[in-house]
């Protein structure tokens, strides 16, 4: 799930939380996309007691970024809730977070 604050001036806070079904099993999750140059170890997300996997980033505004998450070191899932999906050149889709203030723009 994505949730997005935009500020008036800088870069877009986006939170990145992994879907129950995928953190249930998860021993260690990173988020792996454009904005860590797809550093699979770059950016691990944090544990929450209930289980729940999460971590906001600074994307600076008016971009797309594709990422998934890497889950154990070696399942990848996409987000069921993000803005859109492009396929990879690895078979697949990656996702898309859009930081626009309108999704529509490119």
């Given at each position: 799930?994505?949730?997005?604050?935009?500020?008036?001036?800088?870069?877009?806070?986006?939170?990145?939380?992994?879907?129950?079904?995928?953190?249930?099993?998860?021993?260690?999750?990173?988020?792996?996309?454009?904005?860590?140059?797809?550093?699979?170890?770059?950016?691990?997300?944090?544990?929450?007691?209930?289980?729940?996997?999460?971590?906001?980033?600074?994307?600076?505004?008016?971009?797309?970024?594709?990422?998934?998450?890497?889950?154990?070191?070696?399942?990848?899932?996409?987000?069921?809730e993000a803005d859109r999906y492009v396929p990879n050149p690895f078979?697949?889709?990656?996702?898309?977070?859009s930081t626009y203030r309108h999704d529509g723009e490119s």
């Amino acid at each position: 799930m994505l949730k997005k604050r935009y500020l008036k001036s800088g870069p877009v806070k986006v939170e990145f939380v992994v879907p129950d079904a995928i953190a249930a099993n998860a021993e260690s999750v990173y988020l792996v996309g454009d904005f860590n140059d797809w550093d699979e170890t770059a950016t691990p997300m944090q544990q929450f007691k209930n289980g729940t996997y999460k971590i906001t980033l600074n994307l600076e505004p008016d971009q797309h970024y594709q990422f998934r998450y890497l889950v154990n070191g070696k399942q990848w899932h996409n987000d069921w809730e993000a803005d859109r999906y492009v396929p990879n050149p690895f078979s697949g889709d990656n996702s898309v977070v859009s930081t626009y203030r309108h999704d529509g723009e490119s």
